[in-house]
């Protein structure tokens, strides 16, 4: 299980433990929060669970596929280096801690 912080764009924070096995996504859509729609259901088939990871976690996280960049180029207001998709980031013990940022809006 990881703690997860997620912060809405207007900065309010929701500290949530996900289950080892689930996404980033999943463990947003399961505990309500705000800010990541998921319209495609975990199938990197759209950009709306996109977040902005903290910066200290970038280099921490696997590596983006080419499904995930392309899908990215979607999203609204992208960061080459922090923009992530929620679905794509399976949860172990590893992303205990992990703190992402919604953007203004999902596209």
């Not at 947003?28 to 990541?36: L, Q, S």
């Not at 499904?67 to 399976?90: G, N």
Request: net charge negative; charged share 25%; with cysteine.
């Amino acid at each position: 299980m990881a703690k997860i912080t997620y912060i809405e764009h207007g900065g309010k924070e929701h500290v949530v433990d996900v289950s080892n096995g689930l996404t980033v996504m999943e463990g947003a859509r399961d505990n309500g929060i705000p800010g990541i729609e998921a319209d495609c259901g975990g199938a990197c088939a759209c950009s709306t669970c996109h977040v902005y990871v903290s910066a200290d976690w970038v280099e921490k996280l696997p590596a983006k596929d080419a499904m995930e960049e392309d899908m990215l180029d979607f999203a609204y207001e992208p960061d080459p280096v922090r923009s992530r998709l929620t679905c794509q980031l399976k949860v172990t013990d590893a992303l205990d801690g992990l703190v992402v940022q919604m953007p203004e809006k999902q596209i």
